[in-house]
Nanobody, 115 residues
Framework: QVQLVESGGGLVQTGGSLRLSCVASISTWQLNRMGWYRQSPGKQRELVAAITSGGNTNYADFVKGRFTISRANAKNTVYLQMNSLKPEDTAVYYC?????????WGQGTQVTVSS
């Protein structure tokens, strides 16, 4: 059973930065794609950023230029560097991994941006 464990969430002021980490229980080389999603109250879960095993990335329009996804395969870890945070970035952030057609989710980490 593959597990994902997120960390790095917290409370930050508008304009601040946070770095989220997601550690996988298996080598990230085995994961076709890893990504970060977020969900705020009353809204659907939405894709924030994703990175493939080949290193290709894609970002939601609302984070382009502010967030960066990266992976450290030697550490089985994917990161989300979040800069210039806004109150509307407040949400629970979930790590996601895709193995063939199976989606795996972490437990989520809360990010709160105060105005």
């Amino acid at each position: 059973q593959v597990q994902l464990v997120e960390s790095g969430g917290g409370l930050v002021q508008t304009g601040g930065s946070l770095r989220l980490s997601c550690v996988a229980s298996i080598s990230t080389w085995q994961l076709n794609r890893m990504g970060w999603y977020r969900q705020s109250p009353g809204k659907q879960r939405e894709l924030v950023a994703a990175i493939t095993s080949g290193g290709n990335t894609n970002y939601a329009d609302f984070v382009k230029g502010r967030f960066t996804i990266s992976r450290a395969n030697a550490k089985n870890t994917v990161y989300l560097q979040m800069n210039s945070l806004k109150p509307e970035d407040t949400a629970v952030y979930y790590c996601n991994a895709l193995i063939l057609t199976t989606n795996i989710w972490g437990q989520g980490t809360q990010v709160t941006v105060s105005s």
